[in-house]
């Protein structure tokens, strides 16, 4: 139910969270947006359709799929449905411009924000004369959610919130995500996810299973696993297991998947199966994305990560020994509070010496409540520059990579016309006609420094 939009986050991203995310659109539609939405499209119901306007990450993408079928099983109609994000105060202010747009362009909707920024901060939206419904985390879930009014938000940390259940195989898809994994039981010190989405939680590994299978059975090409911590995966369920074990079983028990990828992971939590099982299946994706933040030891305590930058540097040595050819990824947070010029050139260093080959960037953005907000902050337009050389590193880093697959026979999935996705998550640009979700093998003839061509 997705459209072929990008994730919302704030601009401008790194290749990592540029993802298309495709799938046929109906009465009630799931829609990513970049930045601003434009509403008010004709519908088959006359106007009376539901949309779902999606800011933030890619679990939030899938969330939006699941709240839309909950949408169309409660029989809502004529609704705007902002799933927002709270990772940054510009996210959130996106959201409220995206509200009050949707309240001119579609007098008379119902307008319900849900969402992490609903959850941890919903007074400012219930202040909003034009919203309907503000809506938690651990009450989204529940039959007939969407046709309340008012405020329904619990604390998510009470008690275990219950899961969306996933909306069903739409059409054929060139890539859909299956949520495994939600919450998080780590503090980092500059996050406020954990209180939008609670403590860990796992999807049970047959109900995982059986929902890859029925997007394979549908004509996916691609699953994508996701979660908030998605390494945690099982250690809340009986005996523990891995998300190692999970990769394993999803690839043995779904022949008919062609290839299966993985989402953001923490760089702490890798376990020995997980990166056997990069060494050993073709089928899952040679591309990960690490959280990482920074590259300097003082600046990773002082965020309260759990990997250091040596201990980084030897998961990334075992991932290119288990697979050469993976590509990786990174996020980066420039500007933390504290962090001093000399800090900062070593997260700069680390992108060069390492050879990532996608980053995605955040300019640090005190949120409240968490302890970086009181700690001694970094000037604005200090900030606002080490995010624009961490940038400059990035697309340095995205041209050597490029460089480095000239030449290369590849295949790719179709995401769109004209564009498809290298199995390490290179984007390419190619002619001809191909249908999406089709995986096509074409030689890479040259680059312009974002996209690699084929022919």
Same mark, same amino acid.
Request: charged content about 25%; hydrophobic content about 45%.
């Given at each position: 139910?997705? $459209?072929?939009?990008?994730?919302?986050? @704030?601009?401008?991203?790194?290749?990592?969270?540029?993802?298309?995310?495709?799938?046929?659109?109906?009465?009630?539609?799931?829609?990513? %947006?970049?930045?601003?939405? #434009?509403?008010?499209?004709?519908?088959?119901?006359?106007?009376?359709?539901?949309?779902v306007v999606t800011f933030g990450c890619r679990l939030n993408a899938c969330e939006s799929d699941a709240i839309a079928a909950r949408g169309t099983a409660d029989g809502l109609e004529n609704a705007v449905i902002f799933n927002?994000?709270?990772?940054?105060?510009?996210?959130?202010?996106?959201?409220?411009?995206?509200?009050?747009?949707?309240?001119?362009?579609?007098?008379?909707?119902?307008?319900?924000?849900?969402?992490?920024? *609903?959850?941890?901060?919903?007074?400012? =939206?219930?202040?909003?004369?034009?919203?309907?419904?503000?809506?938690?985390?651990?009450?989204? #879930?529940?039959?007939?959610?969407?046709?309340l009014r008012g405020v329904h938000v619990s604390d998510v940390m009470a008690a275990r919130p219950a899961a969306l259940a996933p909306g069903q195989p739409v059409g054929r898809r060139a890539r859909a995500y299956v949520e495994i994994q939600n919450g998080c039981d780590h503090r980092c010190t500059f996050c406020v996810i954990p209180f939008g989405r609670g403590n860990s939680r796992s999807t049970a590994a047959e109900t995982a299973i059986d929902r890859v299978r029925a997007l394979a059975e549908a004509g996916c090409a691609e699953v994508v696993l996701t979660g908030v911590d998605l390494t945690s995966w099982g250690?809340?369920?009986?005996?523990?297991?891995?998300?190692?074990?999970?990769?394993?079983?999803?690839?043995?028990?779904?022949?008919?998947?062609?290839?299966?990828r993985l989402s953001s992971i923490d760089a702490a939590e890798i376990d020995a199966e997980l990166l056997a099982a990069v060494g050993r299946e073709p089928r899952l994706m040679p591309h990960l994305h690490l959280s990482l933040q920074s590259g300097d030891d003082l600046i990773l305590k002082r965020m309260k990560r759990r990997h250091s930058r040596?201990?980084?540097?030897?998961? %990334?040595?075992?991932?290119? !020994?288990?697979?050469? $050819? %993976?590509?990786?990824?990174?996020? =980066? %947070?420039?500007?933390? @509070?504290?962090?001093?010029? !000399? *800090?900062?050139?070593?997260?700069?260093? =680390?992108?060069?010496?390492?050879?990532?080959?996608?980053?995605?960037?955040?300019?640090?953005?005190?949120?409240?409540?968490?302890?970086?907000?009181?700690?001694?902050?970094?000037?604005?337009?200090?900030?606002? $520059?080490?995010? #624009?050389?961490?940038?400059? #590193?990035g697309d340095a880093a995205l041209a050597r990579h490029l460089d480095r697959q000239l030449g290369r026979r590849v295949r790719a999935l179709v995401e769109r016309p004209g564009r498809a996705r290298a199995e390490d998550y290179t984007q390419l640009a190619f002619t001809g006609d191909a249908a999406m979700g089709a995986v096509i093998a074409a030689t890479v003839t040259g680059h312009d420094g974002r996209v690699a061509f084929v022919a």
């Amino acid at each position: 139910m997705l $459209d072929g939009s990008h994730i919302y986050s @704030p601009p401008p991203l790194g290749e990592g969270d540029r993802e298309a995310v495709e799938g046929a659109a109906g009465p009630t539609t799931a829609r990513v %947006i970049a930045p601003i939405p #434009a509403f008010g499209r004709t519908s088959p119901r006359g106007g009376r359709e539901v949309e779902v306007v999606t800011f933030g990450c890619r679990l939030n993408a899938c969330e939006s799929d699941a709240i839309a079928a909950r949408g169309t099983a409660d029989g809502l109609e004529n609704a705007v449905i902002f799933n927002t994000c709270a990772v940054t105060a510009e996210a959130v202010r996106q959201a409220r411009q995206a509200i009050r747009k949707a309240a001119r362009a579609r007098p008379g909707a119902r307008l319900i924000v849900t969402g992490c920024a *609903a959850q941890i901060d919903p007074a400012p =939206f219930a202040a909003m004369g034009e919203v309907d419904l503000v809506l938690g985390a651990a009450d989204k #879930a529940a039959p007939g959610a969407l046709s309340l009014r008012g405020v329904h938000v619990s604390d998510v940390m009470a008690a275990r919130p219950a899961a969306l259940a996933p909306g069903q195989p739409v059409g054929r898809r060139a890539r859909a995500y299956v949520e495994i994994q939600n919450g998080c039981d780590h503090r980092c010190t500059f996050c406020v996810i954990p209180f939008g989405r609670g403590n860990s939680r796992s999807t049970a590994a047959e109900t995982a299973i059986d929902r890859v299978r029925a997007l394979a059975e549908a004509g996916c090409a691609e699953v994508v696993l996701t979660g908030v911590d998605l390494t945690s995966w099982g250690a809340d369920l009986p005996a523990a297991p891995s998300l190692g074990a999970l990769v394993a079983r999803i690839l043995a028990e779904v022949p008919e998947l062609p290839r299966l990828r993985l989402s953001s992971i923490d760089a702490a939590e890798i376990d020995a199966e997980l990166l056997a099982a990069v060494g050993r299946e073709p089928r899952l994706m040679p591309h990960l994305h690490l959280s990482l933040q920074s590259g300097d030891d003082l600046i990773l305590k002082r965020m309260k990560r759990r990997h250091s930058r040596s201990q980084a540097l030897d998961l %990334i040595a075992a991932l290119r !020994a288990a697979r050469p $050819d %993976i590509a990786l990824g990174a996020d =980066f %947070i420039a500007g933390f @509070p504290t962090e001093s010029e !000399a *800090a900062f050139e070593n997260t700069l260093s =680390f992108v060069e010496e390492v050879g990532l080959a996608f980053l995605h960037v955040f300019p640090y953005s005190p949120r409240p409540g968490t302890p970086a907000a009181r700690m001694p902050q970094v000037p604005g337009p200090v900030v606002k $520059d080490r995010a #624009a050389r961490l940038r400059a #590193a990035g697309d340095a880093a995205l041209a050597r990579h490029l460089d480095r697959q000239l030449g290369r026979r590849v295949r790719a999935l179709v995401e769109r016309p004209g564009r498809a996705r290298a199995e390490d998550y290179t984007q390419l640009a190619f002619t001809g006609d191909a249908a999406m979700g089709a995986v096509i093998a074409a030689t890479v003839t040259g680059h312009d420094g974002r996209v690699a061509f084929v022919a």
